[in-house]
């Protein structure tokens, strides 16, 4: 048995896991207990790792929600509670830590009813708490079972124990009578209902979704832990139900079973990269059964692949299988166009499973290598690494010329970075993004451009008349001609038009591309001898940087449509810090369950940590989405400090 503290445990075992006292990572732990296989997906419970979560829950059949007494139910609790209500998927919870200092068990089951509803029911009480935690009472069978040395020994009930055992027992009752017709007659008249009726209504009640039956105890010591483990065996439903999909080829859905004689099919649920082992695929088996060296379909991408060895995984050992069965979770290593989320099957009767919602990620940052020569490494190391996680992406902006990474939150970022230097050997360091500014004019105006050089032979000679007017916004750039008479042969106009194009990437303001911008060749002359296609782009060029500073040049910023959810009780939270990063509310209104949605724009640059915002504004309970809508002017007090660090930057 291992421990946080000391960095043993086993589903904690990567170094950013161990150094910083979290899971980071899905981790599989199967385990055997009274002649039934449970495997156990530990997932992360802090926010930024929400792709794991979500890859844990799909691959699972029940769930098992830690709590911690001192704490009770926190925000990531409340989020998890409801997707898998959401899901209607088969729960259990476990107030762990009851040894702690301020722990209350009855007071976490108080917040628990009063967050999920009264489908929560204790079947097991502690006896003490904090320091004089010792033991725990099962409801069903009126036994205690007390910690003494290191074993968990049985043991009479505390007469002060005795009316709470009943009136919990009672509660007990009476919520598993509720999901039998048979049990629920038989408690209507009066009569006290048997242990294994008992066990029955509660795993009829969990499997509908409608029941959470609480335990407790402190896995420190190793109090409630067997217990724990019988209820899994007891009460979480086997992988028996039928699971849809379609065929992918006509659409039609098709169905498949995890018992039975159903074709292969299977869900690849998480991807890890190792740079020693190479990639290694988890899977869910959904129906038949799968062998080392065989050869499946993967239906998402059209493609075949040999598996080789099947291992499962104890944390980070492997275990070799000679086979694996429907409802069975494996491993699998070097697949090569496999990802997560894809359905593996029988080619011949093949069937394509949903794939896997994971979060979009809305926090961006700058990466650089902080020595020269790793950018490919970099390249690489980024793409092997969204392998693993979904909620990683990587975009070039073409405007700044900066590599810019997404993810969930700021910490989620900082274990990719260490990720990144222990894994491929790539040291980075992480910024605030540039924003994208542009430029444009606000009014039209002519202008000369004159290009005349002589030194000695042939001199360079281009003159060229131009109107330079604004465009609505989204007109980005026109070009046209109006010459008669041939005052601009036709063989130049085209080097006309190709200087403005490369004049306008550089605006005259702070170096912006210029856009919303039209501009019109109207008059000029040439030299027969002395004239060429670079004298013109030279003289557009000087026409266009002396034209735009006489149009009235404004700078413009990018402006997203952000929507955030949130409960009601935040909603003027929100708004209040919209208003204070220059944003327009442009509604807001209720979305059921005590929640609210409110929509509004905002400039970018008051965007870029906006994930961290809305968690500090929300205690993590807020959620949110963005996207590009429109470039708007930006307030002249803020351009002149861009403006001025711009002039700054090229005097440095």
Sequence with gaps: MGKVEEGNVTTDYEPEEVKRKISINLALAPCEWQDHKIN?????GYSDFAAELRSGLRAGDSALLVLCAASGVEVETEKVWDYLAGKNMPRLAFVNKMD??????????????????????????????QASFTGIVDLISRKAYVGVGNQVKSADIPPDLTDTVEEYRLQLMEAAAEHDDDLLTKYLDGEELQDAEIEKGILLGVAAGKLTPVFCGSSLKNIGVVNLMNALVAYTPSPAGQIKGKHPATGDEVVRAAKGNDPFSALVFKTTADPFVGKISYFRVVSGMIKPDSVVYNATKDKTERIGQIFTMRGKHQEMLPVVWGGDIAAVAKLQDVGTGDTLADKDKPILFEPIEF?????????????KGDEDKLGSGLHRLMEEDP????????????????????????VMTERLKRKFGVDVKLSDPKVPYRETIRSAVKVEGKHKKQSGGHGQFGHVWLRLEPLPSGGNFEFSEEIFGGAVPRQYIPAVEKGARESLQHGVLAGYPMVDMKVVLYDGSYHTVDSSEMAFKVATNMALKKGALQAKPVLLEPVYSVEVVVPESYMGDIIGDFNAKRGRILGMEPIGKGKGVVRAQAPLSELFRYAIDLKSLTQGRGTFTMEFTQYEEVPQRIADGIIAAHQKAREE
Excluded: W
């Design 359 to 371: 979060p979009a990620p809305m926090y961006a940052a700058c990466v650089e290598v902080k020595n």
């Design 391 to 414: 909620t990683l992406r990587i975009n070039k902006n073409s405007e700044t010329g900066q590599l810019l990474i997404y993810g969930i939150g700021d910490v989620h970022l900082d």
């Design 100 to 129: 702690r200092e301020n722990a209350n068990f009855f007071s976490t089951v108080d917040m628990m009813k009063d967050k999920f509803g009264m489908g929560i029911i204790p079947v097991q009480i502690p006896i003490g708490a």
């Design 40 to 44: 156990v997906l530990d997932t992360p």
